[in-house]
């Protein structure tokens, strides 16, 4: 087994902290011990203080794996998920332009540029103290991330923005650090953020970003990662009637029919919430019941197909 | 505290981060210590400094199907693709167009020969072979700018404080919070696809760059459209039927991928029909793009004044279409 000097789950795994056993939660989708590769990308990224960028098709739990690395690391942990309308300055600030208007047509008192200003996922990573200071809500995205202590940011589907936000990001997320009014806001040297951001590869990102990043791309987990996601998630005694390896391997089976008709392919998250339903229900792949599902599976899946 | 005072201002603009580079890959693998090459040929590949290792801890994904290309029928037939059995020049060797001359006389020469021989049979679906793929009009690296200059549009951006303090200091109400527009490609485009005769050379290229414009606005964000000769006289989605053109909702920027009638072939919209078309679109308040593989000073004047003409070739530049956006052909 490989020690890592950064991200070790298989470390804390083993002897976790008193207080919290680290067990799996609900978005918790990824173990780390089912494909190695990851935590030598977290490594990667966390030695050479670069982002992470992640590819990887819906479902496939790109998402999952910044707050999960946080919740091992006991980083603290903030999230923005991009859309068409986020702009690269929303993530280190936003000005409340309406509230001072406001205020000043009030005629009363009101109080300095600066207090209208908001800080943003990256202002907080970077420095929570000033954050603080300039008085803006601390939006814990993860219960089970840390309080203190160096920060992992996730920025969600970067694809969804225009493309010039990427390139905005280059200077904050390559020396850490940024301007704000007149002073710098900037991570400390020994506490940089962990910035992971995900992709669904629908539009192309800039050359200049791409070559800055440490680049992961996930596939979908197949059956042996499903089974062992299962068992970290469930434990191995539910899974002793080959209820694991039978939703798992049916999952996998839907996915090349999926791909073939550009339909969603079935995520792990789907796969763990088959699996609650069966132990919830008693079914097994034994029961007279599952034959009956597993044909009504497919011909959900004719169905599908006949309307496409 | 780790917020410090900015430097003077020559200093205020930093450089920009530097590219990954051997600097990473030995401290990364200074850091992580690998514990054999295949390790740390993994850190360097996920670096980008070199190839994707061997080493595979899961089966591959299945290829998704080729997407459905952009230009189908009812446009001309493709080009046949070249049969595998094609002859191939050795490496090295230039192959002659020379054939040795049949003795007068001969069953070649008669041309008897031709009723000894079985007529080709159906291609086997392992002998098809996609087309080579053509260089791409547009300089690649310039693709998505000059798309972005092209077609994006503006949106409402951050407030304009200048407006609104103007507008305050004049005594005049503020009915709404003047904002500062910023260019977008959220409303993402129409494309309309000239699958006429005159496009018929540009086939492979029309489908790269409805590929390109995918890539760049969102595949959800690109609606595509094919015609022949001009969208007004029918309009469709590929593989479905033609019917009437309809315009997108207002604002939503139209691309033609056409030659505007240039093509000089038989059945080609004449100017005025095109210029009907467009004043239709720019009536609906949609801004339009064509990109015409030819110099856009062989484009009828009266075209030129209701539509953005972009050059579809290499010397093409977003800061080209940027100023032929905002000044000439307006």
Redesign the interface.
């Given at each position: 087994m490989?020690a890592?000097?950064?991200f070790d789950p298989a470390a804390v795994e083993a002897a976790p902290p008193p207080s919290d056993p680290l067990t799996p939660r609900e978005r918790d989708v990824y173990v780390f011990g089912a494909?190695?590769?990851i935590v030598?990308?977290v490594?990667?990224a966390m030695?050479?203080r670069?982002p992470l960028l992640i590819y990887g098709?819906p479902g496939c739990g790109k998402s999952s794996l910044a707050p999960n690395v946080a919740r091992i690391l006991r980083w603290r942990y903030y999230e923005e998920v991009i859309s068409?309308?986020t702009?690269a300055?929303d993530l280190l600030w936003t000005?409340d332009?309406?509230r001072r208007?406001g205020d000043?047509?009030a005629g009363g008192e009101f109080a300095e540029d600066n207090d209208y200003t908001e800080p943003g996922v990256i202002w907080w990573a970077?420095?929570r103290?000033?954050a603080r200071r300039q008085g803006g809500t601390e939006q814990f995205q993860d219960p089970g991330a840390g309080l203190a202590g160096p920060a992992v940011v996730l920025l969600d589907e970067i694809?969804?923005a225009?493309?010039?936000l990427p390139n905005n990001l280059?200077?904050p997320?390559?020396?850490y650090?940024f301007?704000h009014a007149?002073?710098?806001?900037?991570?400390?040297a020994d506490g940089a953020p962990l910035v992971v951001i995900t992709t669904n590869d629908?539009?192309?990102l800039?050359?200049?970003f791409?070559?800055?990043?440490?680049?992961?791309t996930l596939?979908?987990?197949?059956v042996p990662?499903l089974v062992q996601i299962a068992v970290a998630h469930l434990g191995a005694e539910a899974g002793e009637g080959g209820l694991y390896q039978a939703v798992a391997e049916l999952v996998d089976g839907m996915?090349?029919e999926a791909?073939?008709q550009?339909m969603p392919v079935p995520s792990t998250a789907e796969y763990l919430d088959t699996l609650r339903a069966c132990l919830r229900l008693h079914l097994t792949p034994d029961d007279p019941r599952w034959e009956q599902m597993i044909r009504i599976t497919l011909d959900k899946r004719n169905a599908t197909e006949s309307l496409a | 505290m780790t917020t410090a005072p900015l430097a003077a201002p020559a200093a205020r603009q930093p450089r920009r981060p530097p590219l990954i580079s051997l600097a990473d890959l030995f401290t990364a693998v200074a850091e992580l210590a690998p514990a054999d090459p295949d390790r740390a040929r993994e850190i360097a590949a996920l670096l980008g400094l070199g190839p994707v290792p061997a080493r595979v801890t899961r089966p591959p994904e299945p290829a998704a199907p080729p997407p459905e290309p952009a230009t189908p029928a009812p446009g001309p037939a493709p080009a046949p693709a070249v049969p595998a059995t094609e002859p191939r020049a050795a490496p090295g060797i230039v192959p002659s167009q020379l054939r040795e001359v049949a003795e007068p006389g001969s069953p070649v020469e008669d041309g008897a020969w031709l009723e000894a021989v079985a007529p080709l049979g159906p291609r086997a679906p392992e002998q098809a072979r996609e087309a080579p793929a053509v260089e791409p009009l547009f300089e690649p690296r310039w693709t998505v700018g000059i798309v972005f200059a092209a077609l994006a549009t503006n949106v409402a951006g951050r407030a304009d404080l200048a407006r609104a303090v103007e507008a305050l200091a004049r005594g005049r109400p503020l009915a709404r919070i003047p904002s500062r527009p910023r260019p977008s490609l959220r409303r993402g485009a129409q494309v309309l696809v000239d699958l006429g005769a005159g496009m018929e050379p540009f086939r492979q290229d029309q489908e790269s760059f409805v590929a390109a414009l995918r890539r760049t606005l969102g595949a959800e964000r690109v609606d595509v459209l094919q015609f022949a000769d001009c969208p007004g006289r029918d309009a469709g989605a590929p593989g479905a039927g033609w019917a009437a053109y309809r315009a997108p909702r207002s604002g939503v920027p139209v691309v033609l991928l056409t030659d505007l009638g240039l093509g000089s072939v038989p059945g080609e919209a004449r100017p005025a029909e095109w210029r009907a078309f467009l004043d239709e679109v720019g009536a609906e308040g949609s801004p339009c793009v064509a990109f015409v593989p030819y110099p856009p000073d062989r484009v009828p004047r009266v075209l030129r004044a209701a539509v953005l003409v972009v050059r579809w070739d290499r010397p093409t530049t977003a800061g080209w279409v940027r100023q032929r956006r905002t000044g000439a052909h307006r």
């Open positions: 490989t890592w000097p950064y494909d190695e590769r030598l990308a490594n990667v030695a050479t670069r098709p068409s309308r702009e300055q000005f332009a309406v208007l000043a047509q970077f420095d103290e000033s694809d969804k225009d493309p010039d280059l200077l997320l390559g020396g650090r301007a007149d002073s710098w806001i900037e991570a400390p629908e539009r192309d800039s050359r200049p791409l070559r800055r990043c440490v680049v992961l596939p979908h987990p197949r990662e996915r090349p791909v073939r550009r | -």
